[in-house]
Each structure stands twice: as structure tokens, then as C-alpha cells.
């Protein structure tokens, strides 16, 4: 196909300008670099490191996909195979009695009943690629082979983004566990105070019961965070390749994140090389535009040579005489004259394979594309409501303070105390909530933009970087 035809369709990496201005003009957002390929190690966690380290060498799905890739690395040697001249050595050895009746005998009296026939041969075939068939056949296989190598790189890019945002899910859980346990304890205090003023019937008994209600609410909070917990730390084993009850040590101390984020500006020009599932999809559509050329090349006539030398003889001890010596060749010409249509819809049929992808790769660069749109905007929502959540939660641990400093006083009971002290321990499950959600956007801008990975050639660069098509 020509370089026209294959890019017509073909659809220009839309503009993300506003957005990233928009997320620059914030402080949580900085002009950066891509990526790196241990993107990991920007968090400072050794823990994430190791179980990464561990993702990358016996994870099921990575272990799959690399074997994937080997057997079209194969598939494309097994193409090449037509471009050359193909020889082989055959060696046989044929015992035969004939009939005393039959034909042999009969145009032969002479003939002995008992024959054998030795034959060593060397044989030659090569057909010639006149109209690139078996190039473009080639070219379609290595096609094929570098599609999968992105797709490789993208399913390590899904493991270890996931097994990052189960760690920190893990990590963040655990600080929700000890708040949980804290607001139980004080519901707690608040119930065993208000039913002993109840006993001292200087309560009525009302509020308790209440009481006793949000009291039992936390515990079920509590059961629901360990549960958590627990399906976290299975889904960590199991993304870093090990069983889900595996030890797993885990620290409750949070790693920071990193102060500002990373923008590229070259977005919208180099997200294609940078995003190995676009990358995959385009090598897709490469390939399938030499298949196109090579069902095309089934028009037209296929010329080929074959010939073959060596030794026949009817012992072995004749075998390698010079009388023995045997040889012929085998010049051919192959055209295509009626095949009830079956090229034509082979070509059509690849044609419209060839569509189906490029219309695939349009999809999926617009959702790449709206993907990394939709992060900066969560991420720059997330940043911002964190900062404010921040303001907050100081306030409300001032407020309980003074209420503490006023309970020593005498200005204030423990009951207000509790309740002030409760209000801390919700606000800081909000903000533990904000916090993930900012490692979440981390994390998830991290995959938008690939991860680090960076194919050193983009077929079909028509419309990868002057907008023409």
C-alpha cells in the first residue's frame, strides 16, 4: 500500500494545550521530563521497590506475555524463510520384489525379482519475489513482533501501576484502621459515660442507647477495614507473583509524595511513542498494510527454480561412483488465471482488516488522549481538596485542644471533649482518603503517559507529527 493510502485514515494526536496550561497554572504541577522506566522509585518506598522487583520476574501475566513475544519473534523467522534459496538433503533406500507378472517384468524379462534402489540427492528451491509477496509477508511478521513487544510493555505497565495502587490502598487502609479503632474507643468512652450517668440517674436513658448505636457502628467499621486490609494484602502477593496468604511486612509508616507533579509539554507530539498500547496498535495497522501488499502480489505470476543433484545406484557399492551421478532442474511459471474471485476477496478481506485497525488505533488514541486529560483534571481537583482538607483537620484538632484545656478548667465536661475528639478522627479519615487519592493520581498520570517506555521507531510517521492527515 502506498504511504497515502495507508495514512488517509489515519487520526492526528489531538491538542491537550488548555488542560495543561489550566493544570500548570497551579502550584501542584511542574514542567517535567517523561517518566522513567522505575517510575517506582520516585515514592522512596523500598517496600514498593522490592515487591515491583518481584512483579517484574514472577508475575504470571508478564511471564505470559514475554513468551508471546518469542513466538512472533519465531513467527518472523519463519517468514524470512521464502527470501532465500531453500536446500535440502534427502538419503533413501527403496527394497522392492516385483511381481513376476507385473509391468516391470513384463517390458523386462531380464529384470531381477529382487530390487534395490540407493538414492543421495540434493535438492534446490527458490521462488523469485518479483512482486514482494513474501517481503511484505516478512515485513507483516516483524510488524507483528514489535506489536507485541509494546504489548509486553504495556502488560508490565499495568502490573506494577496496579501493584502500586494496591500498595498504597494497603498502606493508607492501615492509618484508616488505627483511626477506626480510635473512634471506637472513644464511641465507646462516650456510651460507658453516658450509661453511668444513666445508673446514677442523672441521665435519661435515651441518649445511651444512641450512643450505644454509634458505638456499634464503629465496630463494624472496624470489621470492614480489616477485611480491607486483608483482600489488599492478598492483591499485593498476587500482582508481585506470590500466594496471597505470603508473609508480607509491611509497615504502617507512610512514604511522602513526591511535592510537585511532572508535565511534559510535548504531549500531544510524542504521546504516541511514549504509550506502548497506542504503539502496539499502530504496528497492528503496519503489518496488516504489508499483508495488503502481499495478497495483492497473488495476482500476478509466481516464477520459480528447482533442481537436484546426487548419487542413485542399485548397491551401495556403486553408490558413489561418477556413473551414479544423477541430476535435473525444474523451471516454473505459475499464473493465476480463474480463481472464482478467491484473490480479489483476499485482498478486500485484508483491506478491510487493514481499516478495522486504523479506525481501532483512532479509538483508542482519542481515549488515550481524554485519559490523560481526565488524570490532570482528578489530580488537580485531588491536590487542591487535600490542601484545604489539611486546613481543616488543624482546625478541628485546635478545637479539641481548647475543649481539653477547658475540660481541665472545669469549663467543659468529657463529654464535649469526646465528641470534639471524634469530630479530629473523622476529619482525618477524610484526609487519609484525599491522600491515597493523591498517590492514585500519581500513579495513574505515571500509566496516561506510559510509564517510561519509548519506542525508538513509529511507523507511518505521516501523521504522527505534522498533523497532514
Not at 441518649?207 to 492478598?234: C, G, T, W, Y
Not at 505470603?246 to 509539554?265: A, R, Y
Request: glycine fraction near 4%; hydrophobic fraction near 45%.
Amino acid at each position: 500500500m502506498s504511504e497515502e493510502a495507508q495514512t488517509r485514515s489515519l487520526m492526528a494526536p489531538p491538542s491537550l494545550v488548555p488542560t495543561i496550561d489550566h493544570s500548570l497554572a497551579t502550584s501542584f504541577f511542574t514542567t517535567g521530563d517523561w517518566p522513567s522506566n522505575s517510575w517506582w522509585e520516585v515514592f522512596d518506598s523500598k517496600e514498593l521497590n522490592d515487591l515491583i522487583t518481584s512483579a517484574l520476574l514472577i508475575n504470571p501475566s508478564i511471564q505470559a506475555v514475554e513468551k508471546r513475544v518469542q513466538w512472533a519473534k519465531q513467527r518472523a523467522i519463519i517468514a524470512r524463510g521464502p527470501l532465500f534459496p531453500l536446500i535440502f538433503f534427502n538419503a533413501t533406500d527403496n527394497w522392492e520384489y516385483l511381481s513376476q507378472n507385473g509391468l516391470y517384468r513384463a517390458l523386462n524379462p531380464n529384470l531381477a525379482l529382487n530390487n534395490q534402489q540407493i538414492d543421495f540427492t540434493m535438492s534446490f528451491s527458490y521462488e523469485f519475489d518479483f512482486w514482494d509477496k513474501y517481503r511484505n509477508l516478512f515485513r507483516a511478521a516483524l510488524g507483528r513482533e514489535k506489536a507485541e513487544e509494546a504489548e509486553s510493555a504495556q502488560v508490565k505497565l499495568v502490573v506494577t501501576t496496579s501493584l502500586a495502587q494496591a500498595y498504597f490502598a494497603l498502606k493508607t487502609n492501615l492509618l484508616r484502621k488505627n483511626l477506626y479503632e480510635r473512634l471506637y474507643e472513644v464511641r465507646k468512652n462516650i456510651y460507658d459515660l453516658q450509661q453511668l450517668l444513666v445508673d446514677n440517674s442523672l441521665y435519661s436513658k435515651l441518649p445511651p442507647l444512641f450512643a450505644e448505636e454509634n458505638m456499634l457502628e464503629a465496630k463494624k467499621l472496624v470489621f470492614s477495614i480489616q477485611e480491607e486490609v486483608a483482600v489488599d494484602r492478598h492483591l499485593v502477593n498476587i500482582l508481585a507473583g506470590r500466594g496471597p496468604d505470603d508473609p508480607l511486612q509491611i509497615d504502617e509508616v507512610l512514604s511522602s509524595l513526591p511535592k510537585t507533579i511532572p508535565i511534559p509539554t510535548s504531549i500531544s507530539l510524542d504521546l504516541l511513542a511514549c504509550r506502548p498500547d497506542l504503539m502496539a496498535q499502530i504496528w497492528r495497522v503496519e503489518s496488516l498494510a504489508h499483508e495488503v501488499g502481499a495478497a495483492k502480489a497473488e495476482f500476478y505470476p509466481n516464477i520459480n527454480v528447482a533442481a537436484l543433484a546426487g548419487l542413485e545406484s542399485g548397491s551401495f557399492s556403486n553408490l558413489f561412483s561418477w556413473l551414479s551421478k544423477t541430476a535435473g532442474a525444474l523451471p516454473a511459471i505459475h499464473l493465476p488465471v480463474f480463481t472464482a474471485g478467491a484473490i480479489g476477496a483476499k485482498v478486500k478481506g485484508t483491506k478491510a482488516l487493514f481499516a478495522q485497525a486504523v479506525f481501532e488505533y483512532n479509538d483508542l488514541i482519542l481515549k488515550s488522549f481524554k485519559e490523560v486529560a481526565d488524570v490532570l483534571v482528578f489530580a488537580k481537583s485531588i491536590f487542591e481538596q487535600k490542601a484545604k482538607q489539611g486546613i481543616i483537620v488543624a482546625s478541628a484538632k485546635a478545637r479539641y485542644d481548647l475543649t481539653l484545656l477547658r475540660q481541665v478548667q472545669g469549663l467543659d465536661n468529657a463529654l464535649q471533649n469526646y465528641e470534639f475528639q471524634e469530630e479530629v478522627i473523622q476529619k482525618e479519615l477524610e484526609d487519609v482518603r484525599l491522600l491515597y487519592n493523591q498517590f492514585l493520581a500519581s500513579i495513574k498520570l505515571i500509566k496516561a503517559l506510559g510509564g517510561g517506555y519509548c519506542s525508538p521507531e513509529v511507523p507511518l510517521k505521516a501523521r504522527a507529527h505534522d498533523g497532514s492527515t
